[in-house]
């Protein structure tokens, strides 16, 4: 807010204004919601860099792509004995029903995420990304899925734009998308198959990005 006067208050519009004629105002500590089931922030964001910083935990999080992809099949020896090409989805959660096993992590505009799926497996998911600076981009994200350190899955996109965010109670939500012609924002995709001595069947890698996105929702005090 610039100036408040008994007839007239002036106010600088948020960086993230979703386009909307209204700008409504609420007395500290109150949330009123939209007609579609949104939540007004109790205080307007100043950028997802500092609420980024305010992170405490992880709720959930996810990243997924769209696109044309190329199955490779192997031997037990490795040489390669065919391929397919077919389309489809790839996608990786980042939550467990265990939240304890979460490790979240933030330093500047770098975040981290890490867990086990269980403490009896060597199932585990990592997340290393950066948001820029003014917050509106997704520079570097890569969530990779190891199992008994075989890499299954990893999927790396760049430069990616916000498209939403949201608040939920006490976490925030936040959300990089692109909806077509998304080859070059996406730059790794790889999963795998292992046989059960740890040889590799196949694998998969992409031929064409449809669609992107990567959500993260966080804690925060």
């Known amino acids: 807010i610039t100036s408040w006067t008994d007839t007239k208050i002036e106010c600088v519009v948020p960086d993230y204004y979703d386009g909307r004629e209204n700008v409504y105002l609420f007395k500290s500590g109150v949330n009123d919601y939209r007609y579609d089931g949104t939540t007004y922030w109790r205080t307007l964001p100043s950028g997802i860099v500092k609420l980024l910083g305010r992170a405490t935990a992880q709720d959930y999080g996810r990243i997924w792509c769209e696109g044309d992809f190329t199955l490779t099949f192997y031997d037990d020896k490795g040489k390669v004995t065919g391929t397919s090409q077919y389309s489809s989805t790839f996608e990786e959660y980042l939550s467990t029903s265990s939240p304890t096993n979460v490790i979240f992590k933030v330093t500047g505009r770098s975040f981290q995420s890490a867990f086990s799926y269980s ?13 820029s600076a003014d917050g509106k981009t997704l520079e570097t ?17 760049a430069n990616v734009p916000v498209s939403s965010y949201n608040r939920y109670s006490d976490s925030f939500n936040w959300t990089f998308a692109v909806n077509s012609n998304a080859t070059a924002y996406i730059t790794d995709l790889y999963a795998a198959t292992y046989s059960n001595n740890g040889k590799l069947q196949n694998d998969t890698k992409l031929k064409n990005g449809k669609k992107v996105e990567f959500r993260l929702q966080c804690k925060y005090k």
């Open 141 to 157: 994200v890569t969530v990779t899925r190891s199992i008994n350190g075989n890499i299954i899955k990893r999927i790396s996109f």
């Open 119 to 131: 403490s009896n497996t060597n199932d585990r998911v990592e997340c290393n990304g950066t948001v």
